[in-house]
Nanobody, 126 residues
Framework: QVQLVESGGGLVQAGASLRLSCVAS????????LGWFRQAPGKERECVAA????????YYATSVKGRFTISRDNAKNTVYLQMNSLKPEDTAVYHC???????????????????WGQGTQVTVSS
């Protein structure tokens, strides 16, 4: 059974940092595009960052560029999201996802991601 399990969320104050982890099991994701998405209450899910198999040219949403860093450890089947200078507007449930049908460039085409984690809550207080 393929699973993606996120961890690392929590309640922090504005300006703080968090590091999210997503561990995959059930198959090797080393050649897949991996992404982080988030969904705030009452809002649509949005792509935060994505990374391809060799970590070249990761994608970042404009709202997080310069503050968030996506990385991966293929040996550990894990993708990370380092979040610095957190803002209240970053509050959301963060999900990791895998596109197992493509191993090219990092992208945020949500419909192409076929495996999703359950999510981890990130709450940033002002």
């Amino acid at each position: 059974q393929v699973q993606l399990v996120e961890s690392g969320g929590g309640l922090v104050q504005a300006g703080a940092s968090l590091r999210l982890s997503c561990v995959a099991s059930g198959r090797t994701f080393s050649s897949d595009v991996l992404g982080w998405f988030r969904q705030a209450p009452g809002k649509e899910r949005e792509c935060v960052a994505a990374i391809n198999w060799n970590s070249a040219n990761p994608y970042y949403a404009t709202s997080v560029k310069g503050r968030f860093t996506i990385s991966r450890d293929n040996a550990k089947n894990t993708v990370y999201l380092q979040m610095n200078s957190l803002k209240p507007e970053d509050t959301a449930v963060y999900h990791c996802a895998a596109d197992t049908g493509y191993s090219g460039y990092a992208h945020c085409t949500e419909r192409k991601y076929d495996y999703w984690g359950q999510g981890t809550q990130v709450t940033v207080s002002s």
